[in-house]
T-cell receptor, first 113, second 114 residues
Framework: EPEVTQTPSHQVTQMGQEVILRCVPI?????FYWYRQILGQKVEFLVS????????KSEIFDDQFSVERPDGSNFTLKIRSTKLEDSAMYFC???????????FGPGTRLTVL | QQQVKQSPQSLIVQKGGISIINCAYE??????FPWYQQFPGKGPALLIA?????SEKKEGRFTISFNKSAKQFSLHIMDSQPGDSATYFC?????????????FGKGTKLSVIP
């Protein structure tokens, strides 16, 4: 069964450093998403991406965040200058269309020291 | 308006018992209500979903009950098994133009004890 994959599984970084989280969505999916989950809290939407542009973003997704689909398979989330409060599990998801089920990857645990 | 409130935060059920998790929403524009199951170290996986044109949907041991007037929906797990022990998230989504995000509840950690 096709699945969303994410790398790395765990990323440790120093405050102020840039990080790039990588995702490979399911191959025939056209809509891509990033969510995050701070430890013990709910899953929160960050951004959705379709046709090589951002289609919706939340208040969390400020100028420190960016997304890119650099090739036909990868989807990345970049945090330019990490803060302590960026420490969370980051989930990538994808769907065939906007009405379809969103399938989540296993997540990347980001720890900012 | 965008909140989905989920209860209880944690639940312990005997094997064979019924697990019930409740969610309430505020935004009447929501028209898609999925439940996700998450095991430790894994991402959320869709368990079952419902749209407001039906009041109940059943898939195996899992049933969603939906009350549109009360803006509430619940997940019932019949004959709960230790393998059902996981965190369950309800979510809601508006399918209209320009809306892509799922709004999640805070999650319920279910423990099924033998």
């Amino acid at each position: 069964e096709p699945e969303v994959t994410q790398t790395p599984s765990h990323q440790v970084t120093q405050m102020g450093q840039e990080v790039i989280l990588r995702c490979v969505p399911i191959s025939n999916h056209l809509y891509f998403y990033w969510y995050r989950q701070i430890l013990g809290q709910k899953v929160e939407f960050l951004v959705s991406f379709y046709n090589n542009e951002i289609s919706e973003k939340s208040e969390i997704f400020d100028d420190q965040f960016s997304v890119e689909r650099p090739d036909g398979s990868n989807f990345t989330l970049k945090i330019r200058s990490t803060k302590l409060e960026d420490s969370a599990m980051y989930f990538c998801a994808s769907s065939v269309n906007v009405f379809d089920t969103q399938y989540f990857g296993p997540g990347t645990r980001l720890t900012v020291l | 308006q965008q909140q989905v409130k989920q209860s209880p935060q944690s639940l312990i059920v005997q094997k064979g018992g019924i697990s019930i998790i409740n969610c309430a929403y505020e935004n009447t524009a929501f028209d898609y209500f999925p439940w996700y199951q998450q095991f430790p170290g894994k991402g959320p996986a869709l368990l079952i979903a419902i749209r407001p044109d039906v009041s109940e949907k059943k898939e195996g041991r899992f049933t969603i009950s939906f009350n549109k007037s009360a803006k509430q929906f619940s997940l019932h797990i019949m004959d709960s098994q230790p393998g059902d022990s996981a965190t369950y998230f309800c979510a809601a989504k508006y399918s209209g133009a320009g809306s892509y995000q799922l709004t999640f509840g805070k999650g319920t950690k279910l423990s099924v004890i033998p």
